[in-house]
């Protein structure tokens, strides 16, 4: 069937005749598959198995690869690593432990990241929860992917938030921008994060065939709606909105022609529920979210907050102008 999402993705989950092809690729390759079963059982997740095919990219016929429920999972694997170095080194100075970053493929360091020095105490009260949540992702993640899970990818938290910013318009050629230099600041970088991991989790939802998996995933993708709603509220409250609304254009710009990305309003009407016209999020596929994080709008780039790439199947942008 038909995903109804803005994606090429389809998927066809298969029944229990198949349940030794599911379980065969329930992990990264094969030689995880029984060390991924175990872990996922240490966190009572049980069995997983899916198939989706990736449909053709900007019209060129390609090779439908299987992929599993595993996949998708490292493919929110190294969102919430993004996540949890920005805000972990926003709140202390310091990023994830190395036990925490180790995995398949190439493992990489993080360029950036200091204390931001809030002076507003509800603010850095918000950042220090949000910080401790997106460590627990990235934990919880990582013990349910066993020795399928992704290493850390190189990140980059100084030169793609001054490509982003210049791009947006909130700085020109030359300047640059760092996000934690203060509050401000902070929140808009935080802003650019927020939205695309909730419209991620929700364009993953229905690739997702194991229900137990697809519980998790949705405790996760309210997590991030919270967090989410908390940044849009405090950029809100500063009267950030022209910004936000910058930064909203740009995002818009990298992952298609759809108009689906929403700022936070103007200073008589807020809009800090972006939904469609049926109060419903929207969603992003993979390869959208690719296009953002990497900030192209080019198939198969790198570049931006993973300037090689992230690790695992889905790993690609999409040709978007």
Do not use: C, W
């Not at 030794?20 to 966190?43: C, H, P, Q, V, W």
């Not at 934990?139 to 990140?155: D, E, Q, W, Y």
């Not at 909130?170 to 640059?176: E, N, P, S």
């Not at 997590?223 to 254009?249: M, N, P, W």
Request: aromatic residues 8%.
């Amino acid at each position: 069937m038909s995903v109804p999402i803005p994606s090429e993705l389809e998927i066809s989950v298969f029944g229990k005749a198949v349940m030794k092809d599911m379980i065969n690729r329930s992990a990264e390759n094969e030689a995880d598959r029984r060390s991924f079963l175990r872990a996922a059982g240490a966190t009572g997740l049980g069995v997983v198995g899916a198939t989706a095919t990736v449909g053709a990219l900007g019209g060129a016929a390609e090779a439908a690869p299987k992929i599993s429920d595993g996949a998708i999972l490292n493919f929110a694997l190294n969102l919430e690593y993004l996540e949890a170095e920005f805000y972990n080194l926003a709140v202390y100075g310091q990023g994830l432990p190395a036990k925490l970053t180790g995995g398949k493929g190439k493992k990489g360091g993080v360029v950036g990241g200091s204390a931001v020095p809030f002076k507003t105490p509800a603010i850095a009260a918000y950042a220090r929860e949000i910080a401790g949540d997106e460590l627990d992702h990235v934990k919880f993640l990582r013990t349910a992917l066993g020795s399928a899970k992704v290493a850390r990818p190189a990140i980059d938290l100084q030169g793609s938030f001054t490509a982003a910013a210049t791009a947006a318009g909130l700085i020109t050629a030359g300047q640059t921008f760092n996000p934690f230099l203060d509050e401000d600041s902070f929140l808009l970088a935080a802003f650019l994060f927020e939205d695309v991991g909730v419209t991620a989790y929700k364009g993953a939802a229905p690739l997702i065939s194991n229900k137990t998996y697809l519980e998790a995933a949705a405790g996760i993708l309210s997590v991030e709606a919270y967090h989410a709603g908390i940044v849009r509220s405090a950029l809100y409250s500063k009267g950030l909105q022209a910004q936000v609304q910058k930064l909203s254009d740009a995002r818009d710009s990298l992952d298609g022609k759809k108009d689906i990305d929403q700022g936070i309003g103007d200073a008589t009407t807020a809009n800090l529920v972006p939904t469609d016209k049926n109060g419903i999020t929207y969603s992003r596929d993979p390869f959208q979210v690719h296009n953002i994080a990497y900030l192209t709008t080019k198939a198969k780039g790198r570049g931006g907050f993973f300037p090689k790439g992230t690790n695992g199947t889905f790993t690609r942008s999409k040709k978007t102008a």
